[in-house]
């Protein structure tokens, strides 16, 4: 695993940003927002993606614990659908940096893309949460606070499996879709069904 950097200006608040959920057929996209001290550093705190889902809680409650301040945000399926899934990701980002407790001087956004909030700067880093823990940390709290809402769902709506897929378009997902139609958690705006019965969705 890559060492992450602690800051990219020593001298700035910095707050580190992801999203969660992005890619999904269901369920809303979720962000955070987390100001790590600067001097922080964790043997799990890498790339979510490069955690299991155990160790991924286990660096959770590290984060939520030890963060200067840290924020969870989401974006709902309607949001998404009426204002398209990029901008509805920076919207969770936005919703997220405005619930800190800290105000940043700076931003770190982890991808290529970003709407400025307000006129705080900001720096776009792709891939940036295998190289900043700022981001990483963030990618974190994203992903498992994602996880944690659509394992309720889950309960309610055995037959979509999101117990194990999340929301993503897995086999399985999309063959329940097929098969049950689309709950109010699922994104119209989306390819839900194969190319040829998509149809009209709204």
């Not at 608040?13 to 999203?19: L, V």
Request: glycine share 6%.
């Amino acid at each position: 695993m890559s060492v992450l950097l602690s800051f990219f200006d020593q001298n700035a608040i910095e707050a580190g940003c992801d999203e969660a959920g992005r890619g999904c057929l269901a369920g809303p996209v979720f962000a955070a927002a987390v100001i790590l001290p600067p001097d922080f550093m964790h043997p799990l705190l890498q790339d979510s993606k490069q955690l299991s889902e155990a160790r991924r809680m286990d660096a959770r409650a590290i984060i939520e614990s030890k963060a200067i301040a840290w924020a969870v945000a989401q974006v709902s399926p309607a949001e998404i659908d009426r204002i398209n899934i990029l901008r509805a990701s920076f919207l969770a980002m936005h919703r997220a940096i405005a619930q800190l407790a800290v105000s940043p001087t700076l931003l770190l956004i982890d991808g290529n893309r970003f709407e400025p909030f307000g006129n705080v700067p900001h720096h776009c880093i792709v891939k940036g949460d295998g190289k900043y823990a700022s981001i990483a940390a963030a990618s974190i709290l994203a992903k498992t606070h994602r996880d944690a809402y659509m394992m309720q769902l889950a309960a309610e709506y055995p037959q979509y499996h999101w117990h194990k897929n999340k929301g993503y378009p897995a086999r399985a997902h999309r063959a329940a879709i097929q098969a049950h139609g689309p709950t109010p958690h699922h994104r119209r705006s989306f390819r839900l069904y194969p190319e040829y019965v998509q149809g009209k969705l709204f």
